[in-house]
């Protein structure tokens, strides 16, 4: 029997023009309305994450500003869906999920953010999953956005039991060996760049033995969208199944996917939808 594929969405995300990504969302969830009745997929909206919790990741005084914000709500909603989506993967309630976001993701650090993105989904998933699990829960995150995640980076820093792997424009290898940085290039093509994800990712999570992956998907990287590398649509489909291939057999299948840069318009419908079937094999 299929395990059950969430779908993270809630209709302020279309109602909206937000940072970067502007309003790529306009036209979901009819966009993924035959997906969404396939037998294993349920489509979940997302509960807004608590103070408490956000308080757990942010400065009192960063979490002041962000309160603030006009897209506060948002980064709320985008925060407690990933978090509740990564907690019921691991107890076995789902089996992998694709959560939609705004106005969260990797740019957010413990007390400053920049890039759309203005809280943590990677410190806000690590703080629920720690409390419940302590250390003992190991998390592996892979970010393929354009961008370096700076904010991912700097809220699992010093966490030994999250491997964080990022492709962007420099190689570093930081945190005891549990937290790179793998140069993508400026201008690369899918074949190479799924190998470097096969090398610098796919590898170590052999050894690392994560109990979930959560990948930071952007797809900015498209040629096309504002943070080309020269990668075609195509490839974001190739990624995710061959990151699913290698987490159905290193972690049985809890993989969680979070939306995060592009705001191509026909690159972002092509793609999630597809990905929402991948997910679901």
Same mark, same amino acid.
């Given at each position: 029997m299929k395990g059950i594929t969430a779908v993270y969405f809630h209709e302020l995300f279309n109602k909206k023009i937000w940072d970067i990504i502007n309003n790529k969302f306009q036209n979901f969830p009819k966009m993924m309305e035959v997906e969404l009745k396939l037998e294993n997929v349920r489509l979940i909206e997302p509960i807004p994450a608590s103070e408490e #919790?956000? #308080? /757990?990741? +942010?400065?009192?005084?960063? &979490?002041n500003t962000l309160q603030r914000r006009w897209d506060y709500e948002g980064a709320r909603l985008t925060v407690g869906g990933c978090a509740d989506a990564a907690l019921r993967i691991i107890k076995g309630e789902f089996k992998n999920a694709l959560c939609f976001g705004v106005a969260a993701g990797h740019h957010a650090e413990k007390d400053y953010a920049w890039g759309g993105t203005y809280a943590s989904v990677s410190g806000g998933i690590l703080a629920t999953l720690e409390e419940e699990y302590s250390n003992k829960v190991k998390i592996a995150i892979l970010d393929t956005d354009s961008h370096h995640g700076?904010?991912?980076?700097? !809220?699992? &820093?010093? +966490? %030994?039991?999250? #491997? %964080?792997? =990022? &492709? =962007?424009?420099?190689?570093?290898? @930081?945190?005891?060996?549990?937290? &790179? =940085? !793998?140069?993508?290039?400026?201008?690369?093509?899918?074949? @190479?760049?799924?190998?470097?994800? @096969?090398?610098?990712?796919?590898? /170590?999570?052999?050894?690392? /033995?994560?109990?979930?992956?959560? %990948? #930071?998907?952007? %797809?900015?990287?498209?040629?096309?969208?504002?943070?080309s590398r020269g990668l075609s649509k195509e490839f974001f489909l190739e990624l995710v199944r061959m990151v699913k291939k290698s987490v159905d057999d290193i972690c049985d299948g809890r993989y969680l996917i979070n939306t995060h840069g592009g705001s191509n318009l026909a690159i972002c419908e092509y793609i999630h939808p597809r990905i929402i079937r991948i997910l679901a094999e």
């Open positions: #919790l956000l #308080l /757990k990741v +942010h400065t009192q005084a960063y &979490f700076n904010g991912t980076r700097n !809220v699992t &820093f010093g +966490h %030994h039991n999250v #491997l %964080h792997v =990022c &492709f =962007c424009s420099s190689n570093r290898i @930081e945190d005891g060996e549990t937290k &790179f =940085c !793998v140069d993508s290039g400026y201008s690369t093509t899918d074949e @190479e760049y799924l190998q470097k994800v @096969e090398t610098y990712f796919i590898k /170590k999570i052999e050894r690392f /033995k994560p109990n979930i992956v959560i %990948h #930071l998907l952007g %797809h900015d990287t498209a040629r096309g969208d504002y943070g």
